[in-house]
Protein backbone atom coordinates (compact mmCIF):
# COMPACT_ATOMS: atom_id res chain seq x y z
CA UNK A 1 0.00 0.00 0.00
CA UNK A 2 0.86 3.74 -0.79
CA UNK A 3 2.10 5.57 1.85
CA UNK A 4 4.24 9.13 2.00
CA UNK A 5 4.48 12.36 0.96
CA UNK A 6 4.55 13.31 -2.40
CA UNK A 7 5.45 17.58 -3.42
CA UNK A 8 3.70 18.07 -6.67
CA UNK A 9 4.84 21.26 -8.80
CA UNK A 10 0.78 22.10 -9.08
CA UNK A 11 -0.06 23.23 -12.69
CA UNK A 12 -2.14 26.39 -13.40
CA UNK A 13 -5.69 25.79 -14.23
CA UNK A 14 -5.65 22.90 -11.71
CA UNK A 15 -7.92 22.80 -8.03
CA UNK A 16 -5.54 21.47 -5.53
CA UNK A 17 -8.38 19.03 -5.17
CA UNK A 18 -8.10 18.34 -8.77
CA UNK A 19 -4.31 17.02 -8.23
CA UNK A 20 -5.79 14.68 -5.34
CA UNK A 21 -8.20 13.45 -7.48
CA UNK A 22 -5.49 12.42 -9.94
CA UNK A 23 -3.17 10.58 -8.00
CA UNK A 24 -5.89 8.49 -6.27
CA UNK A 25 -6.51 7.03 -9.39
CA UNK A 26 -2.33 6.89 -10.09
CA UNK A 27 -1.54 5.35 -6.20
CA UNK A 28 -5.28 3.25 -6.27
CA UNK A 29 -6.09 4.61 -2.56
CA UNK A 30 -8.29 6.85 -1.54
CA UNK A 31 -6.53 8.35 0.97
CA UNK A 32 -5.30 11.16 -0.33
CA UNK A 33 -5.17 14.49 1.19
CA UNK A 34 -3.00 18.06 0.33
CA UNK A 35 -1.89 20.57 3.15
CA UNK A 36 -2.10 24.01 2.25
CA UNK A 37 -4.84 25.03 -1.01
CA UNK A 38 -3.56 26.57 -3.92
CA UNK A 39 -5.86 28.40 -6.08
CA UNK A 40 -6.46 27.53 -9.85
CA UNK A 41 -3.91 30.06 -11.09
CA UNK A 42 -1.52 29.69 -8.80
CA UNK A 43 1.41 27.08 -9.33
CA UNK A 44 4.41 25.47 -7.27
CA UNK A 45 4.77 23.56 -4.12
CA UNK A 46 1.83 21.34 -2.73
CA UNK A 47 2.27 18.91 -0.53
CA UNK A 48 0.25 15.76 -0.74
CA UNK A 49 -0.03 13.22 1.60
CA UNK A 50 -1.31 9.52 0.78
CA UNK A 51 -2.28 6.41 2.79
CA UNK A 52 -1.69 6.67 6.61
CA UNK A 53 0.55 10.15 6.09
CA UNK A 54 -2.69 11.66 5.77
CA UNK A 55 -3.05 11.72 9.66
CA UNK A 56 0.07 14.18 9.34
CA UNK A 57 -1.92 16.78 7.26
CA UNK A 58 -2.79 19.06 10.72
CA UNK A 59 0.54 19.49 11.52
CA UNK A 60 1.52 20.38 7.26
CA UNK A 61 -1.76 22.95 7.14
CA UNK A 62 -0.22 25.46 9.67
CA UNK A 63 3.19 25.61 8.76
CA UNK A 64 4.42 28.94 6.81
CA UNK A 65 4.65 29.46 3.27
CA UNK A 66 7.18 31.63 0.90
CA UNK A 67 5.76 32.77 -2.72
CA UNK A 68 7.01 34.46 -5.54
CA UNK A 69 4.12 36.88 -6.54
CA UNK A 70 3.58 39.42 -9.72
CA UNK A 71 2.12 42.44 -8.71
CA UNK A 72 0.14 44.42 -11.36
CA UNK A 73 -0.71 47.85 -10.91
CA UNK A 74 -3.56 50.04 -11.53
CA UNK A 75 -5.79 47.60 -12.22
CA UNK A 76 -8.35 46.58 -9.22
CA UNK A 77 -10.41 43.23 -9.93
CA UNK A 78 -13.46 41.70 -7.34
CA UNK A 79 -11.30 38.71 -7.45
CA UNK A 80 -8.15 40.50 -6.09
CA UNK A 81 -6.37 38.80 -8.81
CA UNK A 82 -6.06 39.17 -12.93
CA UNK A 83 -9.02 36.29 -13.13
CA UNK A 84 -11.46 38.49 -11.79
CA UNK A 85 -13.76 41.32 -13.39
CA UNK A 86 -12.20 44.71 -13.60
CA UNK A 87 -13.56 47.22 -10.91
CA UNK A 88 -11.38 49.75 -11.57
CA UNK A 89 -8.12 51.42 -13.95
CA UNK A 90 -5.99 54.37 -13.05
CA UNK A 91 -2.86 55.37 -14.50
CA UNK A 92 0.57 54.64 -12.48
CA UNK A 93 2.95 57.29 -11.84
CA UNK A 94 4.54 55.69 -8.70
CA UNK A 95 8.03 54.51 -8.87
CA UNK A 96 9.51 51.56 -7.16
CA UNK A 97 10.81 53.56 -4.73
CA UNK A 98 7.78 54.53 -3.88
CA UNK A 99 6.40 50.98 -3.97
CA UNK A 100 9.42 50.03 -1.53
CA UNK A 101 8.35 53.25 1.01
CA UNK A 102 4.61 51.50 2.02
CA UNK A 103 6.06 48.01 1.86
CA UNK A 104 7.25 48.22 5.98
CA UNK A 105 3.66 48.84 7.04
CA UNK A 106 2.95 45.50 5.52
CA UNK A 107 5.56 43.34 7.41
CA UNK A 108 5.37 41.37 10.67
CA UNK A 109 2.12 41.44 12.30
CA UNK A 110 -0.88 42.71 10.38
CA UNK A 111 -4.84 42.34 10.08
CA UNK A 112 -5.87 41.14 6.82
CA UNK A 113 -9.58 41.21 5.22
CA UNK A 114 -10.46 37.82 3.43
CA UNK A 115 -11.57 38.73 0.09
CA UNK A 116 -14.80 37.76 -1.06
CA UNK A 117 -13.59 35.58 -3.15
CA UNK A 118 -12.68 32.77 -0.71
CA UNK A 119 -13.69 29.97 0.77
CA UNK A 120 -14.46 31.43 4.32
CA UNK A 121 -17.35 30.99 5.93
CA UNK A 122 -19.84 33.38 6.93
CA UNK A 123 -23.36 32.49 8.19
CA UNK A 124 -22.52 28.91 6.89
CA UNK A 125 -21.83 29.63 3.80
CA UNK A 126 -18.78 30.30 2.02
CA UNK A 127 -17.93 33.87 0.73
CA UNK A 128 -17.19 32.78 -2.80
CA UNK A 129 -20.88 31.56 -2.68
CA UNK A 130 -22.16 34.70 -1.99
CA UNK A 131 -19.83 36.76 -4.24
CA UNK A 132 -21.06 35.04 -7.34
CA UNK A 133 -24.33 36.26 -6.60
CA UNK A 134 -23.05 39.48 -6.52
CA UNK A 135 -23.39 40.58 -2.72
CA UNK A 136 -20.62 41.69 0.01
CA UNK A 137 -20.98 41.33 3.44
CA UNK A 138 -18.67 42.95 6.12
CA UNK A 139 -15.35 40.50 6.82
CA UNK A 140 -13.95 40.77 10.06
CA UNK A 141 -10.01 40.94 10.08
CA UNK A 142 -7.80 38.36 10.17
CA UNK A 143 -4.43 38.56 11.99
CA UNK A 144 -1.36 37.09 9.59
CA UNK A 145 2.69 37.54 9.51
CA UNK A 146 4.08 38.77 7.04
CA UNK A 147 7.63 37.84 7.76
CA UNK A 148 9.66 38.67 4.53
CA UNK A 149 8.06 41.18 1.82
CA UNK A 150 11.13 42.14 -0.84
CA UNK A 151 10.68 43.49 -4.57
CA UNK A 152 12.78 41.02 -6.55
CA UNK A 153 12.26 42.62 -9.93
CA UNK A 154 10.61 45.20 -12.05
CA UNK A 155 8.07 43.61 -14.79
CA UNK A 156 7.18 45.83 -17.69
CA UNK A 157 5.67 49.45 -16.45
CA UNK A 158 3.52 48.89 -14.01
CA UNK A 159 4.51 45.53 -12.44
CA UNK A 160 6.87 44.05 -9.65
CA UNK A 161 7.73 40.61 -8.81
CA UNK A 162 7.57 40.21 -4.86
CA UNK A 163 9.14 37.53 -2.55
CA UNK A 164 6.44 36.61 0.26
CA UNK A 165 7.16 34.29 3.08
CA UNK A 166 3.69 34.15 5.51
CA UNK A 167 1.78 32.49 8.38
CA UNK A 168 -1.30 30.37 7.60
CA UNK A 169 -4.25 32.19 6.82
CA UNK A 170 -2.29 35.06 4.63
CA UNK A 171 -3.98 36.09 0.83
CA UNK A 172 -0.83 37.13 -0.73
CA UNK A 173 -3.71 38.50 -3.49
CA UNK A 174 -5.72 40.78 -0.81
CA UNK A 175 -1.78 41.66 0.04
CA UNK A 176 -1.31 42.63 -3.40
CA UNK A 177 -4.60 44.51 -3.80
CA UNK A 178 -3.71 46.28 -0.42
CA UNK A 179 -0.63 47.39 -1.49
CA UNK A 180 -2.38 49.04 -4.42
CA UNK A 181 -4.35 50.86 -2.31
CA UNK A 182 -1.69 52.28 -0.44
CA UNK A 183 -0.30 53.67 -3.35
CA UNK A 184 -3.11 55.22 -4.43
CA UNK A 185 -3.34 53.57 -8.10
CA UNK A 186 -5.07 50.44 -7.02
CA UNK A 187 -3.38 46.47 -7.75
CA UNK A 188 -3.87 42.84 -8.31
CA UNK A 189 -2.08 40.06 -8.21
CA UNK A 190 -1.12 38.84 -11.87
CA UNK A 191 0.44 35.50 -11.31
CA UNK A 192 1.56 33.36 -8.18
CA UNK A 193 3.92 30.65 -7.54
CA UNK A 194 4.58 28.91 -4.33
CA UNK A 195 8.38 28.14 -3.64
CA UNK A 196 7.98 26.84 0.01
CA UNK A 197 5.18 25.22 1.89
CA UNK A 198 5.66 22.79 5.34
CA UNK A 199 9.39 22.68 5.07
CA UNK A 200 9.82 21.48 1.55
CA UNK A 201 10.80 23.57 -1.43
CA UNK A 202 10.09 23.63 -4.93
CA UNK A 203 13.92 21.32 -5.10
CA UNK A 204 11.03 18.66 -3.56
CA UNK A 205 8.58 19.06 -6.25
CA UNK A 206 7.48 16.59 -8.84
CA UNK A 207 5.84 17.21 -11.74
CA UNK A 208 2.32 15.10 -11.98
CA UNK A 209 3.95 14.18 -15.75
CA UNK A 210 6.68 12.64 -14.15
CA UNK A 211 4.18 10.70 -11.82
CA UNK A 212 2.15 9.50 -14.06
CA UNK A 213 4.65 8.13 -16.00
CA UNK A 214 6.70 6.08 -13.41
CA UNK A 215 6.87 2.54 -13.45
CA UNK A 216 7.00 2.89 -9.34
CA UNK A 217 5.22 6.13 -8.10
CA UNK A 218 5.55 4.58 -4.64
CA UNK A 219 8.91 4.94 -5.20
CA UNK A 220 8.78 8.67 -5.49
CA UNK A 221 7.12 9.15 -1.79
CA UNK A 222 9.03 11.06 0.45
CA UNK A 223 8.66 9.32 3.95
CA UNK A 224 6.06 11.11 6.39
CA UNK A 225 8.67 11.25 9.23
CA UNK A 226 10.61 14.00 6.78
CA UNK A 227 7.72 16.13 7.86
CA UNK A 228 9.07 16.25 11.35
CA UNK A 229 12.79 15.69 10.13
CA UNK A 230 13.50 19.67 12.73
CA UNK A 231 12.21 17.37 15.51
CA UNK A 232 15.39 14.94 17.44
CA UNK A 233 15.03 11.39 16.78
CA UNK A 234 14.07 9.12 19.92
CA UNK A 235 14.75 5.47 20.15
CA UNK A 236 12.45 3.33 22.30
CA UNK A 237 13.45 0.10 24.43
CA UNK A 238 11.41 -2.91 23.81
CA UNK A 239 9.12 -2.13 26.60
CA UNK A 240 8.49 1.65 25.78
CA UNK A 241 7.67 0.43 22.18
CA UNK A 242 4.87 -1.53 23.07
CA UNK A 243 3.30 0.75 25.49
CA UNK A 244 3.65 3.51 22.89
CA UNK A 245 1.90 1.19 20.19
CA UNK A 246 -0.73 0.73 22.97
CA UNK A 247 -1.00 4.32 23.22
CA UNK A 248 0.05 4.51 26.90
CA UNK A 249 2.49 7.20 28.14
CA UNK A 250 5.83 6.66 29.21
CA UNK A 251 7.98 7.38 32.12
CA UNK A 252 11.05 8.31 30.72
CA UNK A 253 12.55 10.83 33.64
CA UNK A 254 16.29 11.23 32.09
CA UNK A 255 14.94 12.86 28.49
CA UNK A 256 14.28 16.20 28.38
CA UNK A 257 10.79 18.19 27.45
CA UNK A 258 10.26 18.46 23.82
CA UNK A 259 8.81 16.95 20.42
CA UNK A 260 10.23 13.59 19.63
CA UNK A 261 10.58 11.62 16.27
CA UNK A 262 9.93 8.20 18.48
CA UNK A 263 11.82 5.05 16.59
CA UNK A 264 11.23 1.67 17.51
CA UNK A 265 13.64 -1.52 18.05
CA UNK A 266 13.46 -2.18 14.52
CA UNK A 267 14.22 1.41 13.49
CA UNK A 268 10.61 2.07 11.96
CA UNK A 269 9.40 5.67 12.26
CA UNK A 270 6.35 5.12 15.23
CA UNK A 271 5.05 8.41 16.19
CA UNK A 272 5.40 11.95 17.12
CA UNK A 273 5.41 12.13 20.62
CA UNK A 274 5.92 14.99 23.30
CA UNK A 275 8.08 14.38 26.53
CA UNK A 276 6.63 16.82 29.99
CA UNK A 277 7.54 16.68 33.25
CA UNK A 278 9.27 12.94 32.14
CA UNK A 279 6.46 11.15 30.73
CA UNK A 280 6.20 10.93 27.05
CA UNK A 281 3.12 10.42 25.49
CA UNK A 282 1.65 10.07 21.31
CA UNK A 283 0.76 13.44 19.80
CA UNK A 284 0.14 10.78 16.81
CA UNK A 285 0.78 7.96 15.69
CA UNK A 286 2.04 6.39 12.23
CA UNK A 287 2.90 3.07 12.49
CA UNK A 288 0.74 0.37 10.59
CA UNK A 289 -1.92 -1.23 12.87
Not at 66 to 95: F, S
Not at 185 to 200: D, E, K, P, V, Y
Not at 257 to 271: K, M, N, V, W
Amino acid sequence: MANGILIVDKPQGWTSMDVCAKLRGVFHERRVGHAGTLDPMATGVLPVFIGRATRAVEFAAGADKEYIAALRLGVTTNTQDATGEVTETHPVTVTQADLEAVLPRFRGDILQVPPMFSAVKRDGKKLYELARKGREVERDPRPVTIHTLEVLRPLGEDGYELRVACSKGTYVRTLCHDIGQALGCGGCMSALRRIRAAGFSLEDALSLERVREAADPSALLLPVESLFADRPELPLGAAAEKKVRNGASVSLPDVPGGEYRLRGQGGEFLALGCVKGGTLTVIKSFFEV
